[in-house]
């Protein structure tokens, strides 16, 4: 991988302003004005940061990061900015968000930036006290953290932004908001800092603007549910003391109601009691002997204490009392509480059970009794009181809002519907970037001050509105306060965002909103290497197609699993992606950085992060076991010796520590769940039995020591090869011993308490062939058992959770056991059908017999359903490496499948080009070409291996088969 070299002499400061308290989110502006006597040769910048930032150059948006390191350390990022120099004043200006709380993809760092900006190899401007700096408070607080794996939304005043803060001179800017503008507060010398800097790898990637997405929709919203919503932050204007507090309100029903649906939507711990009987909690505190102060750490909720929203609640004859308790933090955004089945303000809420009480909540707190301990009786009247009364327009979490609201298309698809457009209160617009993306939205709009616009953006347009709160709490949605005039609002987010639709929502308004402009600010990367392919068969065309979409989005600086939820870099997503990206992308590097990544989050114990970069970690055995697969993989196709001696330590220490935690030495993995706290993953599938001695990890784990076999042969570490032979030989003997049924033919999900599972799952048995388990003379059995020559080709697999995942394992077993044309079939049918349903990316679920479960609010851009683009190369088209390094290939197409092919491969080395036909008459025509010295080993079907005519470039030899 193209690694710059850092500077030998770095200069300036880490700058950072004041630091908010430790858990805050903090938006800072940073600014630095400096001039040219002349236009340089070279301008190059280099930039760290710890944390997320978008640079502006001379007022042009330049560039966003940073590139998160997978280890105790920063990259700096090189950047070329010669073509934005002029004579004279020039600006750097940076708008920087720190979020201190971890999440699935994000380590917090304290906070701080430095900058190096050399012009014809002088230095010329560093980070140092020089600088100006704004807390940036019109970015409010939402309070919103959701869950580890969503980002705080944001909320945008921009009657306090500085307008044209990034161009402004330091004395306009000072005479603008004297009191604003400082100098760092923290500036520590480079030389001096502790954090390591190390230069970031070259990912090629530039910054495009998607223009004019398509306006499809205008339409309007109304509230149609109850909704009660609670914030005890604006209660106590803003800061509240970390700890637990109580609302209390009251509601009469004229007559006993039937259980009524709640939706419960909140991101801390809570307990709701009705008529003093709780009916919802959420990550609640047990009681126990010595019980904590109420005392709370901030931080995200795993997705393990966030409970489903829905709950029932019955009202009965006359006044009722409605408790909760929350364990707040100073950013909490509070509870709302959606009742499904009431209309807006059909039992208004009172303080007092009397109807001539006041409307609105009775707020307590904080509490000195431990959270565990209090009982729903306890006396709320002794204790000093604030009122509360809810509104939509106080809240700062809005989404759930939207989520009790009916939306209503007045107009689809008319060709009059064009920005600019003007917009009234609670109208509505719907905008189209046809396919996700991963980018900076930008919203010009014009309206009156106080006017409050919402914006949502999203992947899931399901009858006439973007989904504003989806994936677990995950919250879609940005908000805007606005001035009187036109506002070039700079982003929609501090932070790359991924998303297909936009849809703006006027909350407020005074008379109108005008719409002026939208686009969004993508990166994207060198197109120089990608790879090509086009055949007869239009569908397999249109599924090459959206699966390069869906690596445009994924592949950034890591193999993203998808843009709208995690944002994250898991093992087995990665390694099906880096595949399919030689292919269509020549991702080697990225690939290689992708392996290291893992490498370098390794913990002590040998074990690998299942996710990195990451703010967690998270220990997953069969995603850590296919690291070596993956590797095996990557050393195939590129030969990197000097790669693969630098993992193999990784190697040695991971397998070393699964068999330590074996059920012996050179035997097979038991139950894991309380030594990792998990279980493992294999599919999305909970029916999967996963207790004990389970046949799908080991069948991953028995691939995992034959891939490191194959990968000690090749570093010459022949012992330490026949080691993980003869380990994976012993796993797979009593694997079959243990957990194959004869009876049924099939394996057994798993061995616990002296016995099998009488659970066959056909995950377990696809996996029993992928990891060797299954003997020869069981293939046959096995396949007809799960399989059918037909449509829909796969028997047990479709459900909820039917999904493109599992589907690579499948068709790795397929065309081991040479059921090449039956692989291609299922690829054209399940990836195609998705196609056919509308995907531009593919989706994270997909199941062709039930399409009505499209309309989930799943991800509609996941990376790992990427393997049918690796596939048609290796098998349709029929390059594959037959050494390491991809010098020497073997080809052998599927003529019949289809009539023709053209592909560009690239490899390591160079490209490779084939064009392959099939004619009528019967005879095999194929051209290969390469601009490196190439090799190729023809495997033709014996039908037309004899009249195939086989044309090559002066740099292409053909080798007879040495089978």
């Not at 399901?462 to 908000?479: K, P, Q, S």
């Not at 057994?748 to 299954?774: C, E, K, M």
């Amino acid at each position: 991988m193209k690694i710059a070299k850092l500077p030998d002499n770095l200069q300036g400061k880490w700058i950072w302003t004041e630091r908010k308290h430790h858990h805050a989110t903090q938006h800072v502006l940073l600014r630095k004005e400096f001039t040219l006597d002349e236009i340089p040769g070279t301008a190059e910048i280099w930039l760290a940061s710890q944390a997320k930032y978008i640079l502006f150059v001379n007022g042009r948006f330049y560039s966003a990061g940073p590139t998160p390191h997978p280890a105790n350390a920063t990259y700096a990022t090189r950047l070329d900015i010669t073509h934005l120099m002029q004579v004279g004043k020039n600006d750097l200006a940076i708008h920087a968000f720190s979020d201190q709380t971890p999440c699935v993809a994000h380590k917090p760092d304290a906070p701080a930036i430095w900058l190096q900006l050399t012009c014809d190899g002088n230095v010329h401007v560093v980070t140092d006290e020089s600088w100006l700096c704004l807390n940036a408070e019109c970015y409010q607080e939402s309070g919103v953290r959701a869950s580890t794996t969503t980002p705080y939304t944001e909320i945008l005043d921009l009657r306090d932004y500085p307008l044209h803060w990034q161009t402004l001179s330091t004395n306009s800017l000072i005479t603008q908001s004297p009191l604003s503008w400082k100098p760092p507060k923290t500036a520590i010398p480079i030389t001096e800092s502790q954090t390591v800097i190390e230069s970031e790898p070259d990912f090629n990637r530039t910054w495009d603007i998607a223009f004019l997405p398509e306006l499809v929709a205008k339409g309007t919203f109304k509230q149609r549910n109850e909704v009660l919503w609670i914030s005890f932050a604006d209660c106590f204007k803003g800061k509240i003391p970390n700890g637990l507090y109580a609302a209390e309100a009251f509601i009469y029903c004229p007559t006993r109601m039937e259980p009524q649906i709640a939706l419960c939507i909140c991101d801390e711990p809570y307990k709701i009691f009705v008529n003093n009987q709780l009916v919802k909690e959420q990550a609640a505190p047990r009681p126990q002997a010595r019980n904590y102060p109420n005392t709370y750490l901030v931080r995200r909720l795993t997705s393990e204490e966030l409970e489903p929203q829905e709950t029932q609640i019955t009202l009965r004859k006359g006044w009722n009392r409605i408790l909760v308790l929350q364990h707040c933090s100073n950013l909490a955004s509070g509870m709302t509480i959606i009742w499904a089945g009431l209309k807006d303000n059909q039992f208004p809420i009172h303080r007092k059970p009397d109807q001539a009480a006041q409307h609105g909540w009775n707020l307590a707190g904080p509490l000195n009794a431990p959270f565990p301990l209090i009982n729903p009786d306890f006396p709320l009247d002794s204790l000093p009181k604030t009122p509360f009364l809810s509104s939509e327009d106080q809240s700062r979490d809005i989404a759930p809002f939207y989520f009790a609201c009916q939306f209503k298309a007045t107009q689809k698809n008319d060709p009059s519907l064009k920005l600019p457009h003007t917009l009234g209160v609670a109208e509505t617009i719907i905008l189209d970037f046809g396919k996700t993306i991963l980018g900076l939205p930008e919203v010009r709009m014009s309206g009156s001050e106080g006017d409050i616009v919402d914006v949502v953006a999203g992947d899931h347009r399901i009858n006439d509105e973007i989904i504003a709160l989806e994936h677990g709490n995950r919250r879609n949605i940005t908000t805007f306060v606005l001035k009187d005039g036109y506002e070039p609002v700079p982003c929609l987010h501090s932070h790359l965002n991924g998303f297909r639709y936009l849809m703006i929502i006027v909350r407020r308004a005074k008379s109108s909103i005008t719409i002026n402009s939208v686009i969004a600010r993508i990166p994207t990367r060198d197109s120089q290497n990608n790879g090509r392919f086009t055949c007869s068969d239009q569908m397999f065309n249109q599924i090459w197609k959206v699966g390069e979409n869906t690596l445009n989005v994924t592949n950034q600086y890591a193999f993203l699993d998808s843009p709208t939820k995690d944002q994250a870099q898991c093992i087995p997503d990665a390694m099906i992606q880096s595949w399919a990206a030689y292919y269509t992308h020549g991702a080697y590097a990225n690939a290689e950085n992708a392996l290291m990544s893992f490498a370098r989050s390794q913990i002590e114990t040998g074990e690998l992060n299942a996710i990195s970069p990451s703010g967690f970690i998270q220990a997953v055995p069969d995603y850590s076991l296919l690291w070596p697969v993956w590797l095996q993989r990557h050393i195939m196709h590129t030969a990197d010796e000097q790669l693969l001696n630098t993992l193999l330590p990784n190697l040695i220490a991971l397998l070393a520590y699964y068999d330590k935690i074996a059920v012996a030495p050179d035997g097979p993995l038991g139950s894991l769940k309380d030594l990792l706290g998990t279980v493992a993953f294999l599919d999305h599938d909970p029916a999967i039995d996963r207790d004990g001695i389970v046949t799908g990890l080991n069948a991953i784990y028995c691939r995992a020591l034959l891939s490191a076999a194959w990968l000690a042969d090749y570093a010459q570490q022949n012992a330490l090869a026949h080691t993980y032979r003869k380990r994976a030989d012993h796993v797979a003997t009593q694997i079959k011993n243990l957990n194959w049924n004869p009876d049924e033919g099939l394996f057994a999900d798993a061995y616990q308490n002296g016995q099998r599972s009488p659970f066959h799952s056909w995950q377990t048995n696809v996996l029993a062939i992928y990891g060797g388990f299954a003997q020869p003379e069981d293939y046959k059995t096995i396949w007809n058992k799960l399989f059918t020559p037909n449509q829909p080709f796969e028997l047990y697999s479709n459900g909820e959770y039917n999904n493109p995942y599992f589907k690579y394992f499948v068709l790795e077993a397929a065309f081991a056991l040479g059921k090449a044309t039956w692989g291609l079939d299922l690829i054209k049918f399940y990836w195609g059908k998705m196609a056919d349903a509308g995907a531009t990316t593919w989706w994270e679920l997909f199941d062709p017999d039930n399409l009505a479960l499209s309309q989930r609010t799943i991800s509609k851009c996941h990376g790992y359903g990427v393997s049918p683009n690796a596939f048609i190369i290796s098998e349709l088209v029929g390059i594959r490496p037959a050494q390491p390094g991809m010098k020497m290939v073997y080809f052998n197409p599927l003529p019949g499948i289809v009539t023709w092919v053209k592909a560009t491969i690239p490899t390591p080395n160079g490209s490779i080009t084939v064009n392959w036909e099939l004619k009528q008459d019967g005879v095999f025509e194929a051209s290969i070409s390469a601009n490196f010295h190439l090799e190729v080993v023809p495997i033709l079907n014996p039908n037309i291996a004899e009249s195939a005519i086989i044309q090559v470039s002066d740099k292409v030899a053909i080798l007879e088969p040495d089978f």
